[in-house]
């Protein structure tokens, strides 16, 4: 029995850990159910006493989130597609080719991360200004083009790629894009895998840059459309919570539904120095 | 697509094309742009009439260091740094541990739910903790009235706003650094640690000399990753407290976005983000600095 | 791999599909509507567009939370819409931007709106340096809401008409709660509010700001005896020092936790619908109070009014509009939609109006109401109030330190406008 008490306590631990992580969570779902008014009752309730769909109905019909969301399933879309194309041939660059001034380049690019976002965010508007996307989702997306932390990690994978099947493909006749489509790609799955679900989280939760370049409601992204809602309906509480549930689910099932792939993306991609 | 190079330079620059353009063309210029910008006085007047942007030197600077407001978000932030900082990273690392260890069970289970914060939109869980902290109707004081304490009002006390926000910040991130830390626990070799028992080493030596030097590149880099992260404080004063109460959770970027986007100082602004750009770039030579010390 | 470029076609064909907007025969309008009456003017468009075929409205609502950087960011992206409800103390800041069209012409070729008809105070808001830039919407003037039970068991068969006698009185109700061991607040003052800090500033004389408004004036005489008498709520505990302590105002309201609160039209309605059926007959509206014997006491002609964007391609469809929801019916119309109070007179004849008892008190209240100085940095200035408030509410500094920290942060934020006059630049 003495054995089992060290087993006991550290599983106990993890559990109650467990709750802390969960129970905001699950609260938000619960109250997002109940009767209007029910949430802010005392004491707090955990579960709904008759359930209801009325606040999500209400967040569709009246408040538009369903275009909220169509908006940012097509921007968070875009910019993990587009930005995985760039950054894993940026990457790629980066760790197979030898050229002058790679090391000092990718050193001053890396760099580039202590440059806090925001200050950016107002010049970066004013340019997109004068080439007229504001208001548009390419003056959503552009933005995300690119990632520094991603090219990182990228290059930090593609490195450990043998050479010998890069060589062995270009004496097989193929093109350098050609190996970069058959040879990298494949190989790097796993860190594509966990890159793709990175930067759709991100973008998806993204807050600042779309409340800035969105003018217009109707192309407001999910978090803003919250946001918004927030201003407005303070005390509608079971609404709010409604609202925060929509944001977050598709991430969430999305991050369940490939955890396989992205853990062993980590794994593999490591942080090797 | 045929894409025979002439050498290996104009292929590599042909990858790397797309990627560096949009760097250069939506981050390197903003950023030299913000850098003049932070020279004048552009503001909601030159909005209007471009001709009365002046030209102000280091005066927006010099301006920062003499506004209370900046001090105190200086303050803040760099309370939000040092407290909430090692706290997060701790988290992440005890949990790390935890679910590496062998009597730990349902590993996946724990390390998805564990997870789970990190996914979730800011905004939409700042909702839930921001009802969480009421001090009426709130669940934790619900929670800690069984305990016997009194309501505590945690976003409405100067004094407790900010650890309200780090506790909220460190429940939300410490999954992510909780998965760098237990890839590089898995790296470690089972072998350097069957040795270390078959000689008798405690548990306690073998976390000492074999664990933690073995995780110190890791380390390294979640503490940066993390620093650098929480200096950029924004977001969850900005969703739940406005920087209140009595400007306690005042952070350096709140105040840059305020200045810019609420007032339209945008050249104050500016500075102002250089400014911190200049802080975090200290902590960072210094953090480097000493990890050289230490190898 | 190959699939991925497929769905990076996709989505690039879907991203360009996003952008193109499908050519309209009609006129399309834009109207950005904020906070309440963003949602509610919904009601109003259909009438519109029934008398104007050929021109549709694009209505937008915004939070009032996020209103002031959403125009100026829409400002500085050239995206403002053709019509937008402007806060009326914050049109100055927007003729600095040269974002406004001047209304005069319009209003002189119209039939339905006629400018004296408008209260003076209000109307003046909108007229900068001679210029008429905006038509009220709607009028905003603060009283007081209170709950008249508690006055009189406290001895008072009405508000009091005195800011002395409103100090006895919140004596007299506090000694009377906590003889029955409970805490109440007879005066709600919330410290994220500057409109009575400023309301008393004007009745003591105004004056906020001197040399032709280029400097702050907070530690002059005027607003220095303003702002003590506000400091007394805070330190005889009439009213509560902290924001997180009245979570629920119309809660408090029913409990009797709080029994007098500065507040706006709006919340006859909310009052209406959150205060305790059991409390419904016990609460009242009356004009402000006053600092010396001239009732009622001064009042701020707060509200919003309808301007017209200098950049809109579509102004005659916009200023129908403008006229529209200006005309006295529809004014009348809004009111019973939203409770907002109409900024006409003729609107006011409407039986009902005349015979709605709360309302009585707004009226008598527009009779004095002073605006409130023309610079485009007020918004700021006022915001900062708010954390000054805080200040001497948590007794965190002393009323004289504060107003002469206040100041030299309002210097600071008049230094350009300051700069523009010293070199007589036109702006």
Redesign the interface.
Known sequence: MKRSL??IF??G??GI??L??????L??VS?SFMQTGE??????PFFPSHPTFEHYRALTERLNMGRYFLNSF?IA??VT??S????S??G???AK????G?DKLFRV?LS????????????????L?TFGV?????GA???G??S?FG?FLIRQFAGSIPDSLIEAARMDGA????V???VI??LCRPILYTLALFTF?GT??D??WPL?IM????NYT??VG???L???HV?D?EL??A???V??LP??LL??FF?RHY?RG??L????? | MSTKFENKTTAAWFFLAPAMAALALFFVVPVLSALIMSFTDFDIYALGNLDVVRFMGFKNYSRIFETPLFWTALKNTMYFVIIGGPLSVAASLGTALMLNSKLAKFKSFFRTVYFLPVVTSLIAVAVVWRYLYHPAHGLLNYALSWFGVAPIDWLGNPDLAMPAIIIMAVWKNFGYNMLIFIAGLQNIPDDLYEAAHMDGASTWSQFKDITLPMLTPTTVFVVMITIIGYFQLFAEPYVMTQGGPLNATMSIVLLMYEQGFRWWNMGFAAAIAFVLFAVILIFSLIQMAIQRRMQ | MRNIFKIFLLSGALLFLSCRHSAVEQTVIKFWGMGNEGEMVRQLIPEFERQNPGIKVELQQIPWTAAHEKLLTAFAGGSLPDVFQLGNTWIPEFTVLHSLEPLEPYVQRSSLISLPDYFEGVLKTNIIDSVLYGIPWYVDTRVVFYRRDLLQQAGYSSLPKTWDEILKACEAMQKKSRANGKTAYPFFLPTNEWVPAIALGMQSGGHFLKEDNTKGNFSGKEFKRAFTLLSRFYQKEYSPSGMQLITNMYDAFSDGLISMYITGPWNIGEFTRRISPAHQNDWMTAPLPSMDSTFPGISLPLGTSLVMYTKSTKKEAAWKFIEFLSSTKQSIEFYKITGNLPPRRSAWEDSVLATNRYIRAFYQQLQRVEPLPHVAEWEQIVIKLQLYVEYIATQTLSVDEALKRYDAEVDQMLEKRRWLAEHHVKQ
Not at chain 1, 269 to 273: D, H, L, S
């Open positions: 060290p087993k550290l599983n631990l993890l850990i467990a802390t992580s969960l129970i905001p969570v609260w938000m109250a949430a802010s009752s005392f004491p707090p097509i879309s875009a597609l587009v995985l194309l760039f950054n041939m940026a790629f660059a980066f080719y030898k050229f002058p790679r690019m580039g991360m202590v440059v806090p976002a925001q200050v950016t965010m107002l010049p970066l508007f004013l340019m200004k504001v208001n548009t989702y390419v997306i552009i933005p083009l690119a520094i090219i093109s350098e894009f050609k970069y489509r058959t790609l494949p989280m998806w939760n807050f600042m800035i003018t217009d409601e109707t999910l978090p919250l946001a918004n927030m201003g407005e005390l509480l709010m919570m609202g925060s549930v944001t977050i991430v969430l991050f369940l955890q853990v980590l794994m991609g490591g942080v090797k120095e």
